[in-house]
């Protein structure tokens, strides 16, 4: 037994070297060990965009030094976490001391806090080896809120309204939903998502004054949108009935709201002619000749912002 064990021991031979220990013993083959960073080293994780949106992706790089200063061996294996998304790879080998991996945000918005860990570089808690991604909703700091028309007419109608989502550093920021509600009418939606110009688009349907939100993370933003109150018309035909082939004048009086838009103003004399008097505020006398007797209907509209408000009046015409 002795002379066997001696043998034995003659064949067995142990081979060391970083990353890869091997023992042969009647020829068992050899286990390998993945390569770490040694004890005292540094890991310095980085992302070339700290803002992306949902679904967006972006490549980390974590460079690994140890405690001389110089790169860690080709092949050491560095392992990324995240608490948002993912990472794929999840553990990547080091070339020249640095390994890459890539970051895909997902659906969800929110903020991303990438870690790299090998060995005995850290412990997970130093902030070298972590990096912060802003996805989604949560990188929105304003959201700049405008209605298109701003104000409809009294029969009501429809308004455009267009949310453009901003982050701290003035920029628009693409795929982030926004949601919107309104004090009145109708929302054609109520969540829209940023098109690549970083703006949303929903469709509000009122005949009441309406206050417009939208909001994005934490930011919001409102609008009004405000309905228009027609002009008032006063027709007033001459005192004295005017007679036919001579020149009458009858007095229109368009009346207008404050904030209200100054309408286009246009006369039907009842006798098949007609006239355009251009924008009107305030009193106008409009100068017509019936050229035969009777009773005519003097109709006057007032058109602003697509809105048109009609009036009429008996003029009665004499020999």
């Known amino acids: 037994m002795n002379g066997l064990w001696l043998r034995a021991k ?24 993945p390569l770490m960073a040694p004890t005292a080293s540094t890991i310095s994780i980085s992302v070339p965009a700290s803002v992306i949106e949902l679904g967006g992706s972006t490549q980390v790089q974590a460079v690994v030094i140890e405690e ?8 050491t294996v560095v392992r990324f976490t995240t608490s948002l998304g993912r ?16 970051f895909f945000a997902g659906n969800v918005s929110g903020i991303a806090a990438i870690r790299a860990i090998s060995g005995g570089a850290t412990t997970g808690d130093d902030a070298s080896n972590v990096v912060e991604i802003t ?10 809120l405008s209605a298109n028309p701003s104000t409809v ?42 098109d690549a110009t970083g703006e949303a688009r929903v469709t509000l349907t009122t005949d009441r004054p309406a206050t417009v939100t939208a909001r994005a993370g934490s930011a919001t933003a409102t609008v009004a949108v405000s309905v228009a109150t027609p002009p008032t018309i006063t027709i007033t035909p001459p005192a004295t009935a005017p007679r036919a082939g001579v020149a009458t004048v009858i007095t ?11 309408p286009r103003v246009t006369v039907d004399f009842g006798d098949g002619s007609s006239d355009d008097l251009g924008i009107v505020t305030g009193t106008r006398g409009v ?20 809105n048109t408000t009609s009036s009429s009046a008996a003029v009665t015409v004499v020999p």
Request: charged share 10%; glycine share 12%.
């Open 287 to 306: 100068a017509h000749t019936y050229s035969s007797a009777g009773t005519y209907i003097f109709t006057v509209s007032a058109t602003a912002d697509g």
């Open 68 to 75: 001389a200063g110089t790169p860690v061996h080709n092949g």
């Open 87 to 102: 990472v794929d790879p999840v553990e990547a080998q080091t070339r020249n001391g640095v390994a890459t991996t890539t």
């Open 252 to 262: 229109v009086l368009i009346g207008v709201t404050a904030g209200n838009p100054v």
């Open 135 to 144: 996805v989604g909703a949560a990188a929105a700091s304003a959201i700049v």
């Open 153 to 194: 007419p009294a029969t009501g109608g429809p308004v455009t309204l267009s949310a453009s989502v901003v982050d701290e550093s003035g920029n628009r920021l693409a795929n982030v939903p926004v949601s919107f509600s309104t004090t009145a009418g109708t929302l054609s939606a109520g969540t829209a998502t940023t």
């Open 10 to 33: 003659g064949n067995v031979r142990r081979r060391a070297f970083v990353g890869v220990v091997c023992l042969t013993v009647f020829g068992v083959g050899c286990d390998k060990l």
